[in-house]
């Protein structure tokens, strides 16, 4: 769970949500935090710890950074605006931390105020239907997919994924050895009955415990789920107790047979998810 989980709201009532981990391969459960790290200390403080390598801020060679920055246009305001971002070294600004903090290292979930602006993007676009959850940042598509399936798949493992899937979650499977396991689509992605009828009549020694998915825009066919469509695949995982990876680059891009956010499954009401 990451560190900048929500906590649950006794005013929505939401549930919390699914334990997910049951479903992780053994190297990757009850992963403990490191006692070094527990130790270290603020690396900002003025006493100069050798223990962990970290490098006292006095070394860094950047003491003031300005950035002219655009703001996001819109149908009613076409023309971005500008803003200018300052970044001191010791002070922190309104909207982010000093120079001495983002030029550090972290603790591997993301710098705070970028994870901050995650959840309050995810919650108001999103709007998980839990409590308790919580956004971790990555170094990209292909770094999150490869991190999320070695979540579920060891080496020689299957994943269950569109008959025809994006060449950058292949390469990611291949360089881990997690061999995928491709599912008849049709105009609208990935069959349900398809998936279930495999999970089925599946030999192999491991069942999938994971599905990976491009719902939106799918690469490389374009198509994109329903919401109907969507549904009858979150039921099928709940039936065979498969985890959703969800790729979903083109969210944005509003294409004409997606469901509208006010109706999507992420806003609908599941008592059981």
């Not at 149908?75 to 971002?85: D, F, G, I």
């Not at 591997?108 to 993007?121: E, H, Q, V």
């Not at 269950?160 to 899937?165: F, G, I, K, N, Y």
Request: charge should be neutral; glycine fraction near 6%; proline fraction near 10%.
């Amino acid at each position: 769970m990451p560190p900048n989980a929500t906590s649950p709201d006794a005013s929505t009532a939401l549930p919390m949500p699914k334990d997910l981990s049951e479903l992780f391969v053994p190297s990757m459960r009850g992963h403990l935090k490191s006692a070094f790290k527990s130790v270290m200390g603020n690396p900002t403080l003025a006493m100069i710890n050798m223990a962990g390598g970290v490098p006292h801020p006095s070394t860094f060679p950047i003491t003031h950074l300005r950035a002219t920055v655009k703001s996001p246009s819109s149908p009613s305001a076409p023309h971005s605006r500008e803003s200018t971002l300052d970044l001191a070294k010791s002070c922190r600004s309104q909207s982010t931390e000093s120079l001495d903090e983002l030029l550090q290292y972290g603790d591997g979930c993301g710098i705070d105020s970028y994870c901050a602006f995650l959840r309050k993007y995810t919650q108001r676009v999103h709007r998980p239907r839990y409590a308790n959850w919580g956004v971790i940042a990555s170094c990209g598509n292909t770094d999150a997919i490869g991190k999320t399936v070695s979540l579920f798949c060891e080496p020689g493992d299957s994943i269950l994924v569109d008959r025809w899937t994006f060449p950058g979650a292949l390469s990611s499977l291949a360089s881990a050895k997690v061999l995928p396991a491709p599912v008849p689509m049709d105009d609208e992605g990935m069959i349900p009955e398809a998936l279930d009828s495999i999970c089925q009549t599946w030999s192999g020694s491991t069942p999938p415990r994971a599905i990976y998915l491009v719902p939106t825009g799918q690469n490389p066919t374009g198509t994109t789920m329903t919401l109907a469509r969507r549904k009858a695949i979150y039921s099928v995982a709940q039936k065979r107790n498969l985890a959703i990876i969800e790729d979903d680059p083109y969210y944005f891009l509003q294409l004409p047979s997606a469901p509208l956010p006010s109706h999507s499954l992420r806003g609908a009401e599941h008592s059981d998810q």
